[in-house]
């Protein structure tokens, strides 16, 4: 056995399968569900139609029930590429509006979810009353909550940034909690006796022990919340009535029938979150190496 740095090869081509294969269901799909209308179209103006005509129109159809995906990419185009930066027309303008209100949110949800986690560990009153409460406080429906969180904070004057993130923490706590407590659960009682037989303290034992053990469950928790943290960002802004942001992009195309603006801030959207949560990959692979000393080590046959 030797002590070396490895890197297992990656390869693109599963991943590329996979997007064709979604790709072309997609295409199919646009000419299933749309082709009802153009179908209607031909018989009211008494065209004769073939298979390919139908498709061909299937997917540049205008307002179409399901747009084709080059359709949402010329979309993207228009709204990312072709329009000003600071244009409200823009979706990097309003995808910046949703990721201030995400990491807002996302920051005071891993804070709440860390100190209640620390706090049902170490204190057993906390562990036996505060954990239910936890996990019923997710089952309220955050469609319903959204709108009172933005109603009442709206009459106390308080609008924009800190409702949203509030709705964003509220949905993103929970997994850091959970996920914190079992991390810091993790070591075997055998470690902590032995610490506890040095004579370490609470704060030793945390420090030394538990909060090392933990990372893995924090990461894996903080993937997820990040991930909520997105959507409950999404869910405040729809009852902003479409001023600003990705959910009120969605709003507006919802209003209007522009089926191309609401795909292209969903495809928006879930690359905003794949982007934070790759980033939080990255952290956690760094923290791990160096809590690891800096060496991995691989058996070499």
Not at 128 to 143: A, N, V
Not at 199 to 218: D, G, I, N
Not at 245 to 270: C, E, K
Request: charged letters at 10%; proline letters at 5%.
């Amino acid at each position: 056995m030797t002590t070396s740095i490895r890197r297992k090869p990656t390869s693109t081509m599963p991943v590329l399968t996979v997007i064709l294969a979604i790709i072309m269901i997609w295409y199919v799909g646009a000419i299933n569900l749309n082709s009802p209308q153009i179908i209607d179209r031909y018989e009211k103006k008494g065209i004769d139609w073939s298979f390919s005509q139908l498709a061909t129109d299937s997917w540049n159809m205008k307002r179409a029930v399901l747009p084709s995906p080059h359709q949402i990419l010329l979309e993207l185009k228009t709204t990312i590429i072709d329009k000003n930066v600071t244009s409200k027309r823009s979706l990097i303008y309003h995808a910046g509006i949703t990721l201030s209100s995400t990491l807002l949110g996302f920051a005071l949800g891993a804070g709440l979810g860390i100190s209640l986690a620390v706090g049902i560990v170490y204190v057993e009153t906390l562990d036996k009353s505060l954990m239910p409460w936890i996990i019923t406080s997710q089952t309220i429906p955050i469609l319903a909550l959204a709108p009172m969180v933005i109603v009442v904070f709206g009459a106390m004057g308080i609008s924009g940034l800190l409702p949203k993130a509030l709705i964003s923490m509220y949905l993103c706590f929970f997994p850091v909690a959970v996920g914190m407590v079992k991390g810091l659960r993790s070591p075997q009682p055998m470690l902590v006796d032995l610490l506890n037989t040095y004579s370490a303290s609470k704060w030793q034992v945390f420090w030394r022990l538990r909060l090392p053990s933990a990372v893995p469950f924090l990461f894996a928790s903080l993937k997820v919340a990040i991930a909520l943290s997105l959507v409950g960002a999404i869910v405040a802004e729809l009852p902003t009535g479409g001023q600003a942001g990705l959910g009120a992009r969605l709003l507006s195309g919802s209003y209007y029938g522009q089926t191309n603006l609401i795909w292209a801030s969903l495809i928006a959207a879930a690359v905003m979150s794949a982007s934070l949560v790759s980033i939080l990959g990255l952290i956690e692979r760094r923290v791990c190496y160096r809590l690891a000393g800096g060496q991995e080590i691989s058996n070499e046959l």
